[in-house]
């Protein structure tokens, strides 16, 4: 495992991925208007980790007008990250952390050689022993919506050392769930959008209290 990835667990961002235990996904949200005054709501709601995915044209843009947006009160990622041009874009536009469907070892090296905490997506338990020994800063469950929970619990014991953030499928209703099973965060895109603002602040502050 290269030395710099153990610092990368121990990063600002890290913490905060572990302290909130909730990362807002946002994909292809336009225009630009409308993906702001999302990402204004949930900041008010108490949101502190967003992750725009990188499959877009204007992925870029976007992460740099949130990250803009978000300044000093939160952290803003790149997701969907699956080539090593996606990759570069993402840094280049100012991402504190990467997040990928998939685990490629290339990618994920690369992303710990330019000091990005860099999360991989897996499925089995092979992968995920394979991502966490690389490295990776977290190690994503996708999609976590058909492993459920107690495939989260049940990796608790061979694997406790790893720290996983389920991912797909995730919402207000389960998150809390794959929290009590064991896993460090949830991602959840869609769902999160839907919300009123009460639920959201409700659900910002189910995932912070679980421990």
């Not at 990759?87 to 990467?98: C, E, Q, S, V």
Request: with cysteine.
């Amino acid at each position: 495992m290269p030395v710099d990835a153990v610092a990368l667990r121990s990063s600002a961002i890290a913490d905060a991925i572990r302290s909130t235990r909730l990362i807002a996904v946002l994909r292809r949200i336009e225009p630009p208007d409308r993906l702001l005054a999302l990402v204004e709501d949930l900041l008010e709601a108490g949101v502190r980790v967003f992750e725009i995915t990188f499959d877009s044209t204007d992925a870029a843009a976007a992460l740099r007008a949130v990250r803009d947006r978000v300044g000093d009160a939160g952290w803003v990622g790149a997701g969907t990250v699956r080539t090593a041009d996606q990759l570069r874009a993402a840094i280049d536009a100012g991402a504190t952390f990467g997040v990928s469907p998939l685990l490629d070892h290339a990618i994920l090296a690369a992303a710990l050689d330019a000091g990005l905490p860099f999360v991989p997506g897996t499925y089995t338990p092979t992968e995920i022993d394979a991502a966490w020994r690389a490295g990776a800063t977290f190690v994503k469950l996708f999609p976590a919506s058909s492993l459920g929970p107690s495939h989260v619990r049940e990796l608790r014991g061979p694997m406790a050392e790893v720290e996983t953030i389920a991912t797909g499928g995730v919402d207000g209703p389960n998150a809390g769930t794959f929290l009590d099973a064991g896993a460090t965060a949830v991602g959840i895109g869609s769902a999160l959008h839907r919300m009123t603002p009460d639920e959201r602040r409700a659900l910002v502050e189910l995932c912070a209290a679980i421990r």
